[in-house]
Nanobody, 122 residues
Framework: QVQLVESGGGLVQAGGSLRLSCVAS????????VGWFRQAPGKERDFVAV????????YAGDSVKGRFTISRDNAKNTVYLQMNSLKPEDTAAYYC???????????????WGQGTQVTVSS
């Protein structure tokens, strides 16, 4: 099973940018579609974006379209989430997950990282 570690979270002002990274070990990440999800305190885990194994198919949630970009570098076993024009409502713990298909359903992903916190101040 692939192990995932997220990094790049932090505190940023509204309108700012952050880039999250998701690094895999134990298995090549190119065998998996990878998704980003987020969860704010007291709320359900929400879909952010997903990228196919090759990077040829990308889907993003409505709340982040035009602001967040998912990409991957299979040579580095890494998937990125570039977050621009951040808003206070983007504050959450962000998780990457590996699965077999391009889907927005969290239950379809079998391997999860521990999460990285993103806090956007107004």
């Amino acid at each position: 099973q692939v192990q995932l570690v997220e990094s790049g979270g932090g505190l940023v002002q509204a309108g700012g940018s952050l880039r999250l990274s998701c690094v895999a070990s134990g298995h090549t990440l190119s065998s998996y579609a990878v998704g980003w999800f987020r969860q704010a305190p007291g709320k359900e885990r929400d879909f952010v974006a997903v990228i196919s194994r090759s990077g040829g198919s990308i889907y993003a949630g409505d709340s982040v379209k035009g602001r967040f970009t998912i990409s991957r570098d299979n040579a580095k076993n890494t998937v990125y989430l570039q977050m621009n024009s951040l808003k206070p409502e983007d504050t959450a713990a962000y998780y990457c997950a590996a699965g077999r298909g391009v889907t927005s359903v969290a239950a379809d992903f079998g391997s999860w990282g521990q999460g990285t916190q993103v806090t956007v101040s107004s």
